[in-house]
């Protein structure tokens, strides 16, 4: 299940004509792009020499959009009209990103949504009319486009663009529905942490085990990867889509307030002014001992140990999903060869430090860590172009949640567990319930609880025309496929007639990290409850089969029972309709063996009376299918 090929960096490229392909880096703060020219992957400039493009977009009323620095100017002038942090809103509804308030401060506070928008897709007031997040994405890759175009010369091909690993199916869709209203060709869309491991070359060591640690302005990723004779796989992954170096800039945002002495700041140029204070003084902080800092009319000095003691809370909540990412993949901290720093605000000293402190080593740093992504994407662009020759490399990514299906008695079946390579295909066959069943509804869920209820649906579909057979007879193979980009689609397929139908996990709106996080917890958290829940599920469900079993049983052969046996299974049933609705599962069990015990000798002179039927020609199926 070869993912993709990477040729060894440095290799030359054999073939005389070279297509244009660029990797691109969008990030929530500054997004990259990087092609490769001679050999060697680079960042491209812009015309002023800057290889960082902030990924800010300013809407002038009846002007083109402006993208960038000069966007980033405007931030403190026109702010209403100038979008920050759009990647933050990808894939999310208007309630979503309402809800998260604490992590969208910034965004809800600055911008005017659209109240009345058409299923809840967000949809910012500009003066340049309403813009949604996927379009403010498309301008800023567009800018990315037509600056690699002019310093390539050349039209581009096609793009890979890097996403975050915990981006879900609305976040991923959304990513690529951006780059398709510039007109760009995206031959993949690849996992940042995978991105920065192929940047480093990690193919030349024969093994080991790395981690990359990728702490950017909003998003936080930690992938652990295993290297063996060159070949890549991602073992476990852990994040936090609302976490990044922007919490750093308003904890010291809510400390000049609280030195101040000033509530909260509610006119969006102070607020912009006051987050430039801060980030200003979070960048100094990695140079200096201690920082001054003026904000309208107050002065004030934080320094370095007063800063680390601030971001305590958010460091321990970094940490711990480092520790995670190693439980997963079930090995221990000493078991780490590597650790990859990756976004701009692991130049922080406090990360450094605790990264340092937990890994008991210090992480590796030699490439920009800006850069990292972006130069990982523009090696994969070349190669997938079909600029380098194929080599022996393969590169495996990991579904970051389990996916599955609802049973009956609301139970989840898991088809691919969380931490699956991917891409990955796995079926599994299922029933019909019910006698004389024509249709099945499917509902696919994701999570790690037990109950679907407790799980997050992803979508339901339908399959028809199944041949009517008894309950258990008909065989219907459910596929699931997660593609490349982490896409999933599902199908159901009837064997006997070869009725199938699927659906392509559409872009439902997304999850964020922390509802992931959650997701987890709960999951070991409700260990317990969960297994008396399924098993309780389970003897229901097996309850009610009987009862529906018998009673279609003595509807046809009726007539075999006397009547005090007749009365016996009929208390027997109504005891186990009662358990079914207000007993514990041992109870449940318990008179859904009477049932059995009650009904056995009525069962056993059905099956002889059939058997003598078969033996005389007529079919078994037949006898049974005439049931309905
Ligand atoms: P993203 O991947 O979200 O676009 P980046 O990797 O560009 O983000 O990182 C941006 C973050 O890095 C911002 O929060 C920025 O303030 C922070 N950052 C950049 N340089 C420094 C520095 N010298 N010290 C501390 N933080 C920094
Ligand atoms: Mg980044």
């Not at 041949?467 to 219907?476: D, E, F, R």
């Not at 027997?572 to 056995?600: C, F, P, Y």
């Amino acid at each position: 299940m070869a993912l993709l090929q990477i040729s060894e960096p440095g290799s030359k490229p054999a073939k005389p004509l070279h297509r244009l392909a660029v990797g691109i880096d969008l990030g929530t703060t500054n997004s990259l792009v990087a092609a490769s020219s001679a050999g060697a992957v680079e960042i491209l400039a812009d015309d002023e020499g800057s290889h960082l493009l902030p990924s800010v977009v300013h809407y002038p009323a009846g002007l083109e959009p402006v993208v960038g620095q000069d966007a980033l100017d405007q931030l403190t002038i026109d702010p209403a009209n100038t979008i920050i942090s759009a990647k933050r809103m990808l894939g999310k509804n208007l309630l979503d990103i309402q809800a998260e308030g604490d992590a969208n401060k910034a965004a809800t506070s600055l911008y005017q949504f659209d109240q009345n928008s058409r299923d809840g897709v967000p949809q910012i007031l500009t003066a340049a009319g309403l813009k949604s997040p996927v379009q403010i994405s498309a301008d800023i890759l567009g800018t990315l486009a037509s600056r690699a175009e002019s310093v390539l010369g050349g039209k581009l091909e096609g793009v890979v663009i890097t996403v975050p690993a915990y981006f879900n199916d609305a976040q991923r869709q959304q990513t690529k529905e951006a780059a398709k209203l510039v007109g760009l060709n995206v031959l993949r869309l690849l996992n940042e942490p995978t991105a920065a491991a192929v940047a480093y070359g990690l193919d030349t060591n024969d093994q080991g085990r790395i981690i990359i640690f990728d702490l950017g302005g909003g998003t936080f990723d930690v992938s652990l990867l295993s290297l063996q004779r060159g070949v890549f796989e991602v073992l476990s992954t852990g994040g936090d889509t609302n976490l990044g170096g922007d919490d750093f800039d308003r904890v010291i945002m809510d400390w000049i307030c609280s030195e101040a002495g000033l509530d909260q700041i509610t006119d969006s140029k102070s607020f912009a002014r006051l987050r430039n204070a801060a980030i200003a003084a979070k960048h100094s902080l990695t140079e200096a001992d201690i920082v001054e800092i003026n904000f309208e009319n107050w002065q004030g000095a934080l320094s370095r140990a007063q800063f680390i003691e601030l971001s305590a809370e958010l460091v321990k909540r970094i940490i711990n999903t480092c520790r995670r990412v190693i439980r997963d993949a079930s090995i221990s901290v000493d078991e780490i060869d590597n650790i990859v720093l990756v976004g701009g605000a692991t130049r922080m000293l406090v990360i450094r430090e605790a990264v340092a402190e937990f890994f008991g080593k210090p992480a590796l740093a030699e490439i920009d860590p800006d850069k990292v992504v972006a130069i990982g994407a523009g090696i994969q662009a070349d190669v997938l172009i079909g600029n380098k020759p194929a080599n022996d490399f393969l590169l495996l990514d990991v579904n970051p949640l389990s996916l599955g299906i609802e049973t009956m008695g609301e139970l989840v079946e898991k088809i691919i567990p969380r931490n699956t390579t991917i891409p990955v295909a796995r079926d599994q066959e299922f029933t019909t319930f019910k006698e004389g069943q024509t249709a099945m509804s499917f509902h696919v869920v994701q999570g790690e609880r037990e109950l679907v209820s407790d799980c997050r649906s992803l979508a339901r579909f339908e399959l028809r025309g199944i041949p009517p057979m008894v309950a258990g007879a008909a065989k219907i193979r459910v596929k699931f496929q997660v593609d490349a980009d982490g896409l999933l689609s599902v199908s159901a397929e009837e064997l006997s007639t070869g009725m199938i139908a699927e659906i392509q996990v559409k872009p439902s709106f997304g999850l964020n990290a922390d509802a992931i996080e959650e997701m987890l917890q709960s999951s070991q958290e409700n260990a317990l409850a969960d297994m008396e829940a399924r098993s309780i599920g389970e003897a229901r469900l097996e309850a009610q089969q009987l009862i529906d079993a018998l009673a279609s049983a003595v509807e046809i052969d009726g007539d075999l029972l006397d009547e005090s046996e007749s009365l016996l299974i009929k208390a027997a049933i109504e005891k186990l309709e009662r358990a079914n609705t207000e007993g514990d599962s041992s109870e449940i069990r318990v008179l859904t063996e009477d049932l059995n015990r009650v009904s056995g000798n009525f069962a056993a002179r059905r099956m002889d009376l059939h058997i003598g039927a078969a033996l005389r020609g007529e079919s078994i199926d037949m006898i049974e299918s005439s049931s309905d």
